[in-house]
């Protein structure tokens, strides 16, 4: 059995529905390659839907850097698909996360599962970026990242890979104990320049820059609303969150 998640259709963009309500916020893009509303159509995972959650969770702040990523799970004959959505103001990391449940083989009863985290940016400990070069030997400064790993911790937990310890001689059968590393991480997303493009793997650098230069108080990028427009008021008071229901 096979499930895909509906594509967008024209009319139900997110500065274009019915009764001319915008999302504040979501038109707002630095030097990425498009807007975050552009990226959630792009994606064309239940973007209404997404677009409805992150400015909810916004609360009316301006987004300053975003990442969008899709990530696509084959499980034997079925097909999941779910959409993590990184969202930077000048003090809070926006996570969202949507996943969709299948609730009969034919596909026609479908729910959504959807969980948001605010993350003031003080509270982030560490931004950790993995990259990943092809033939290393021939490098230029002009080659691409092939892949990129971020790594954001923020809550202290930590996960714990552990196994049984050794002294690296092979006929030793003396107990040593066991040994590990930890490695403390809140969320972790992989992006591929062969999965999702070279602009989405420079984007997400440029999420990281823009989130360490909010996170260490250095400048980061402004915001703009594109030319000829004025600026958006600001809306409201983001309150404190409690929930930690994000998923990965």
């Known amino acids: 059995m096979s499930f895909q998640s509906p594509t967008p259709k024209p009319q139900a963009t997110v500065s274009g529905r019915p009764g001319g309500a915008n999302h504040h916020g979501l038109h707002d893009h630095s030097a990425q ?12 995972f239940y973007p209404l839907l997404v677009a409805d959650v992150v400015a909810d969770a916004l609360d009316g702040r301006d987004c300053v850097a975003h990442l969008v990523h899709l990530e696509t799970h084959f ?22 996360h949507v996943d969709d449940q299948q609730l009969d083989e034919a596909g026609e009863q479908t729910v959504a599962q959807v969980s948001t985290e605010s993350v003031p940016v003080a509270e ?6 993995s990259y990943v070069y092809a033939q290393p030997q021939d490098y230029k400064s002009s080659d691409p990242v092939r892949e990129l790993t971020l ?6 937990g930590q996960r714990l890979d552990m196994g049984p310890a050794s002294c690296g001689d092979p006929q030793c059968e003396a107990d040593h104990g066991y040994s590990g590393t930890i490695a403390q991480e809140d969320i972790v997303i992989r992006i591929s ?5 070279l602009q989405a793997v420079q984007d997400a650098k440029l999420f990281a820059r ?4 909010v996170n260490t108080g250095s400048t980061a990028p402004v915001p703009h609303t594109g030319p000829g427009l ?3 008021p600001r809306m409201g008071v983001f309150g404190s969150r409690a929930s930690r229901g994000h998923q990965r």
Request: charged content about 20%; hydrophobic content about 45%.
């Open 33 to 44: 390659g498009q807007s975050l509303e552009g990226a959630l159509q792009q994606a064309g």
């Open 75 to 96: 499980d034997r004959a079925e097909v999941r698909r779910h959409i993590t959505v990184l969202v930077l103001t000048e003090d809070m990391l926006v996570i969202t």
């Open 124 to 129: 982030i400990r560490s931004v950790v970026l």
């Open 151 to 156: 790594s954001i911790a923020w809550s202290g």
């Open 193 to 197: 320049s062969e999965a999702d493009g």
């Open 210 to 213: 823009a989130l360490r230069a």
């Open 230 to 232: 004025p600026p958006r």
